[in-house]
């Protein structure tokens, strides 16, 4: 795991604004930040809730990371393999896991991390998303990773976009 994972992940407290937190994730060139309280995992903010936010009409210089977060957040020890990471993943719909060992955050893992050490992973999700294309011609979604929140499931066109059902509601 550790060779794998971002060993100094993107942070930020619960009290920053989403402003903040919107202008960390662009220097930092991330989606998701880790939110830390007290040098312990409190939730994490991904890009889709930033746009959530603002396409709820929020004030994002005044809106807390604490009221726009994921408290509920999925995890995995150092001591893992990444197969468990990779079904973790998948299992529970999410593209980045906090490393955390004792209740102290120890890295992050992402999709993008489990690529760049094996690449190999690549071809097999292309396949995967070559077979699912196949087997679903004539239906109204496919499915693969939304193009708002990346999260993967059935999605559908709108725009020009490939969105999940979530993202789709928030924009028709």
């Not at 468990?84 to 209740?103: F, I, N, Y």
Request: with cysteine; hydrophobic share 35%; aromatic share 4%.
């Amino acid at each position: 795991m550790s060779d794998a994972m971002n060993p100094d992940p993107a942070k930020i407290g619960p009290e920053a604004t989403i402003k903040e937190c919107a202008s960390l994730m662009l220097k930092k060139g991330v989606g998701s930040l880790i939110v830390e309280k007290d040098g312990k995992l409190a939730g994490i903010i991904t890009e889709k809730d930033v746009v959530k936010c603002v396409a709820r009409g929020c004030d994002i210089s005044k809106v807390k990371v604490k009221k726009v977060m994921t408290k509920k957040v999925h995890t995995i020890g150092p001591n893992d393999d990444l197969f468990k990471a990779m079904q973790r993943m998948k299992d529970k719909k999410v593209r980045r896991l906090p490393v955390v060992k004792k209740k102290k955050i120890v890295g992050m893992l992402t999709e993008k991390d489990l690529l760049n050490v094996q690449p190999e992973l690549y071809d097999i999700l292309k396949e995967r998303y070559k077979v699912v294309m196949k087997k679903k011609p004539k239906s109204e979604y496919i499915e693969g990773y939304c193009d708002l929140c990346g999260n993967y499931g059935q999605l559908y066109r709108i725009g020009g976009m490939l969105v999940c059902e979530e993202c789709k509601d928030e924009i028709t």
